[in-house]
């Protein structure tokens, strides 16, 4: 019974998160143009409102969805993308997967505009479903997982690869404090 709560709020969670992260690249609309979804994953892209996005994942198969244009490329590894080429990069459920997340971020640093915004989201180290035990405190390294971050800690690794962060937010099923919401997404400034 646990386990099937677990998958259910898990779900919720995460349908949370991608209507957070469209609502606040669709905030935008107009002022940036060319998007990357880094990361994209099975789901494919995100529904930016017609806004021109690339997606980008390291299998070939998860390039789906909504994107124009469709690349394979590995976030662990040098990007396939000239400099300074994106307004906004959508990081979305991948660091915890990293090897070198400090490098992907730098990385992204790279591909991105003078002022360009990144959109990171990932599972919260400190969430309050994870206190109580109702999801993992661990990372599921049978799936992947390498690392669970806390909200300063994604703060400092930003920092220390030239992000100001803008804000931090929760996603979950409930209203909750970001601080202890299941999924972070914060958003962050080049320079």
Same mark, same amino acid.
Do not use: W
């Given at each position: ?11 919720? /969670? ?30 494919? $892209?995100?529904?930016?409102?017609? !806004? ?18 469709? /690349? ?6 040098? !990007?396939?993308?000239? $400099? ?6 959508? =990081? ?27 959109? !990171? ?41 030239? =992000? ?14 970001? $601080? !202890? $919401? ?10």
């Amino acid at each position: 019974m646990k386990r099937k709560l677990a998958i259910a709020l898990e779900e919720r /969670i995460t349908a949370d998160t991608r209507r957070k992260i469209e609502s606040i690249v669709g905030l935008m609309n107009g002022k940036k143009k060319n998007v990357l979804d880094l990361g994209c994953g099975e789901r494919g $892209s995100f529904d930016y409102g017609g !806004l021109k996005v690339t997606g980008a994942d390291r299998i070939k198969e998860r390039v789906t969805g909504k994107a124009f244009r469709k /690349i394979v490329a590995d976030v662990d590894k040098k !990007l396939p993308f000239k $400099s300074k080429e994106f307004d906004i990069v959508v =990081f979305s459920g991948v660091i915890q997967y990293l090897n070198y997340p400090a490098r992907a971020i730098k990385e992204i640093n790279r591909v991105l505009k003078p002022r360009g915004i990144l959109v !990171l989201t990932t599972v919260n180290r400190n969430s309050f479903l994870r206190i109580l035990g109702f999801i993992g405190r661990e990372p599921k390294t049978f799936a992947g997982e390498k690392r669970i971050y806390p909200p300063q800690e994604l703060k400092r690794l930003l920092h220390t690869c030239n =992000f100001r962060v803008l804000n931090i937010l929760g996603a979950d099923f409930i209203f909750m404090p970001a $601080s !202890l $919401s299941s999924n972070l997404v914060l958003v962050a400034v080049k320079g």
